[in-house]
């Protein structure tokens, strides 16, 4: 049954045997004690006392019957008989005494039937002594003669003696009785002290034999088990820390890459916003380019008319817009490429922070802000994604743009009139790749923010999987020390 029972359950038994050991040892200590307390209160306030007072009493007692025979002597002389008399006199002072002092102390009921008995054969003594020293003044007036120093001698051996044997022996049966309830207790006192000793050397040796063996048992049933489940606790804990470990260290690897991403896509969009800037400023010039030649133009038809020489003029700025649309066509196809570098990174920023998510799943409670600094992470890159495609569709309007611009400046050689509508067409679409381009750097700029907010996020979770792998190098520390002690 007690196999069956709970640790705790176990050890609360345990500990109540244990008690109750010490608790009988205690009671039976207590008990004993309280006994020998009474039987030492019975010897030191009742028999005692009684014995000492009874001894004074028999003591004056008998001093008085010593005196009363000397005082009927008659070779004692007339000064030692007042010397006997004054003896008599302390002696009554001490029977009284005595009497004060038995009369205080408790008396059993055998005892106090004794006592009236005692009082009785007392006060007959009592009264045959004052009989007694009567007769010895009355004598002491005649001169004591022999006459009467034999009648005190005769009333002293027939009324005095008689009467002071019986109050003697009732006195003896009195100490004796008291002695006896000494006796009693002295023995009773010895048999406590004995069953105290006993109890306390059982106690002595159950109480550490108890020990010894509860101590023996626990070792076997609870110690060692408790201490097998520790230890596989701590190599349970042990093999987590481990796990969580690797897991913070790949997700290290993971935010480095990411860090090394935006880095790049940091790069390239300042290229790419290079570029844009670079091609709003030729777009500008073909503007002008435009305006200049439709004044031109204008200028020659009104003055001149349209002549080989000026048509020849016309071609040569009508060439040298073809070469900037064409430069133009050029850095357009550019930033279409960058623009594809610049999805195909966010979409790789993506899939690093769909890793990074993973894995703080993995981590538990130790990336879970790392799982939300990954699912930012995740919108920047959309956004990303999304602002490259923006720029890939407005680079395909440009690149519509220019090819229509130099379809029509081909043509332009043919006619006068045809040039002069391909030219506001050209004035017309250059400020659209302006405005256009204008578009590109404000999306471009936008992209740079996010990318830049996207640095500063993988900066953070490269210090939070720094501050979580110091934490888990802590927590595998400790179940490794956890481990030394068990």
């Known amino acids: 049954?007690?196999?069956?029972?709970?640790?705790?359950?176990?050890?609360?038994?345990?500990?109540?045997?244990?008690?109750?050991?010490?608790?009988?040892?205690?009671?039976?200590?207590?008990?004993?004690?309280?006994?020998?307390?009474?039987?030492?209160?019975?010897?030191?306030?009742?028999?005692?006392?009684?014995?000492?007072?009874?001894?004074?009493?028999?003591?004056?007692?008998?001093?008085?019957?010593?005196?009363?025979?000397?005082?009927?002597?008659?070779?004692?002389?007339?000064?030692?008989?007042?010397?006997?008399?004054?003896?008599?006199?302390?002696?009554?002072?001490?029977?009284?005494?005595?009497?004060?002092?038995?009369?205080?102390?408790?008396?059993?009921?055998?005892?106090?039937?004794?006592?009236?008995?005692?009082?009785?054969?007392?006060?007959?003594?009592?009264?045959?002594?004052?009989?007694?020293?009567?007769?010895?003044?009355?004598?002491?007036?005649?001169?004591?003669?022999?006459?009467?120093?034999?009648?005190?001698?005769?009333?002293?051996?027939?009324?005095?003696?008689?009467?002071?044997?019986?109050?003697?022996?009732?006195?003896?049966?009195?100490?004796?009785?008291?002695?006896?309830?000494?006796?009693?207790?002295?023995?009773?006192?010895?048999?406590?002290?004995?069953?105290?000793?006993?109890?306390?050397?059982?106690?002595?040796?159950?109480?550490?034999?108890?020990?010894?063996?509860?101590?023996?048992?626990?070792?076997?049933?609870?110690?060692?088990?408790?201490?097998?489940?520790?230890?596989?606790?701590?190599?349970?804990?042990?093999?987590?820390?481990?796990?969580?470990?690797?897991?913070?260290?790949?997700?290290e690897r993971i935010a480095s890459q990411q860090a090394v991403s935006v880095n790049q896509t940091t790069t390239t969009m300042d290229e790419l916003s290079a570029s844009s800037r670079q091609s709003a400023e030729q777009a500008e010039t073909a503007a002008n380019g435009a305006k200049q030649v439709l004044t031109l133009v204008d200028g020659h038809m009104v003055q001149t008319g349209y002549s080989g020489s000026n048509g020849s003029s016309l071609r040569e700025k009508v060439g040298q817009i073809t070469e900037q649309i064409l430069h133009l066509s050029e850095q357009t196809g550019q930033i279409g490429i960058i623009s594809t570098l610049v999805s195909d990174l966010a979409n790789q920023t993506n899939m690093l922070a769909l890793n990074a998510a993973v894995e703080a799943v993995r981590a538990g409670e130790h990336g879970k802000g790392f799982g939300v600094v990954a699912a930012e992470i995740r919108k920047l890159a959309d956004q990303s994604k999304k602002s490259a495609e923006r720029i890939n569709a407005l680079v395909v309007d440009i690149k519509n743009a220019t090819n229509s611009t130099v379809m029509v400046t081909d043509e332009g050689s043919k006619t006068v009139e045809t040039i002069v509508t391909a030219v506001n067409d050209i004035a017309l679409t250059s400020q659209q790749i302006s405005l256009t381009a204008k578009q590109q750097a404000i999306a471009i700029q936008q992209v740079g923010n996010a990318m830049n907010a996207l640095n500063q996020n993988a900066l953070q979770t490269a210090a939070g999987i720094t501050q979580t792998k110091v934490g888990t190098q802590k927590l595998n520390d400790a179940a490794l020390n956890l481990k030394a002690i068990v």
């Not at 008990?31 to 010897?43: C, E, P, T, V």
């Not at 028999?47 to 009927?72: F, M, N, W, Y």
């Not at 009785?177 to 009693?184: C, E, S, V, Y």
């Open 1 to 251: 049954m007690f196999k069956s029972m709970t640790l705790q359950n176990r050890l609360i038994g345990s500990f109540m045997f244990m008690g109750s050991i010490v608790l009988g040892v205690a009671l039976v200590g207590w008990n004993g004690s309280s006994q020998l307390s009474q039987h030492i209160h019975l010897l030191s306030k009742d028999s005692v006392p009684s014995i000492r007072a009874l001894s004074k009493i028999d003591e004056g007692h008998t001093q008085i019957q010593s005196a009363e025979r000397a005082v009927a002597n008659p070779i004692v002389s007339q000064d030692d008989k007042s010397r006997e008399l004054t003896r008599i006199s302390r002696a009554w002072q001490r029977i009284d005494e005595g009497f004060k002092e038995y009369e205080t102390t408790p008396q059993t009921q055998e005892e106090s039937e004794l006592y009236k008995e005692f009082q009785s054969a007392w006060e007959e003594w009592k009264q045959d002594h004052k009989e007694f020293l009567l007769l010895y003044q009355t004598a002491q007036v005649g001169g004591l003669s022999t006459k009467e120093l034999s009648t005190l001698n005769n009333f002293s051996y027939s009324h005095v003696r008689v009467a002071f044997t019986t109050a003697e022996a009732k006195l003896r049966q009195l100490v004796d009785l008291n002695g006896d309830i000494a006796t009693n207790a002295q023995t009773l006192a010895v048999q406590d002290v004995s069953r105290i000793s006993f109890w306390v050397v059982f106690g002595m040796i159950v109480g550490p034999t108890t020990a010894i063996i509860f101590g023996i048992y626990f070792s076997k049933t609870i110690a060692k088990p408790l201490g097998a489940k520790i230890a596989s606790i701590v190599n349970a804990i042990v093999t987590s820390s481990t796990e969580i470990a690797v897991t913070v260290e790949q997700q």
